[in-house]
């Protein structure tokens, strides 16, 4: 069997920590006077923490000072570790552990590669850290999504070259980022908003094992 790389994004994709950055926004939105809904939330899913609050003023045709943009940022993500400090395995996306076990019994090296910070930490907490051969997050990387740095550090990681590597995404940002880096790139969530991936399912229990050796052995 060929030996591939399998790189899985983590908000949206392994658990839905999504929820929790969308109160802690919505939460720091509203006292700022600001609008948000679900419909500005997708605009931030893959989008860094600084980025998210630009865009979020803008929205709101607000300026504020250096330091006070670090503070909200600070706050923001109190909000987000204080609802994730709850998590357990059951937060686990449905068929996840299926994918990661199948694709440990078919001796294919496993990357996470995330934009947050807090990876390792939520890891922790839904017990799934020992899964991973390798962990890129938001603390080894100073490029954002889309740019592919992410998975380009996860694939040389692995030890495993771009091109034979597969990413697993829920954000624009991310399935363009896989694009970019010649990787193949597989959505997960809406064909309306993820139309740019190679494939797309709704979630992973639309994936069966044959797929997955498929794409080991294509």
Avoid at 53 to 70: M, P
Wanted: proline share 2%; hydrophobic share 40%; charged share 25%.
């Amino acid at each position: 069997m060929k030996r591939k790389g399998f790189i899985f994004d983590l908000d949206g994709v392994i658990v839905d920590t999504a929820k929790y950055h969308f109160l802690a926004w919505q939460r720091l939105a509203k006292q700022l006077g600001i609008e948000f809904s679900e419909h500005e939330n997708e605009q931030l899913k893959g989008v860094s923490r600084v980025r998210s609050l630009e865009k979020i003023l803008s929205w709101g045709n607000k300026t504020i000072e250096a330091d006070r943009f670090s503070e909200l940022l600070d706050k923001k993500n109190q909000d987000y570790l204080s609802y994730i400090s709850k998590m357990n395995e059951n937060e686990i996306l449905p068929d996840v552990t299926r994918i990661l076990a199948h694709l440990k019994a078919n001796h294919q090296p496993i990357a996470l590669g995330s934009a947050s910070k807090n990876a390792r930490t939520i890891l922790d907490m839904v017990h799934l850290k020992d899964q991973f051969n390798a962990i890129v997050d938001g603390n080894d990387v100073s490029k954002a999504k889309p740019d592919p740095e992410v998975f380009l550090i996860a694939a040389k990681q692995l030890n495993v070259d771009p091109e034979a590597c597969i990413v697993f995404e829920d954000s624009v940002a991310g399935v363009e980022a896989a694009n970019i880096a010649n990787m193949i790139s597989i959505g997960i969530g809406s064909k309306d908003i993820l139309g740019h991936a190679d494939y797309i399912f709704k979630d992973f229990t639309e994936i069966d094992n044959a797929f997955i050796e498929n794409l080991i052995n294509r």
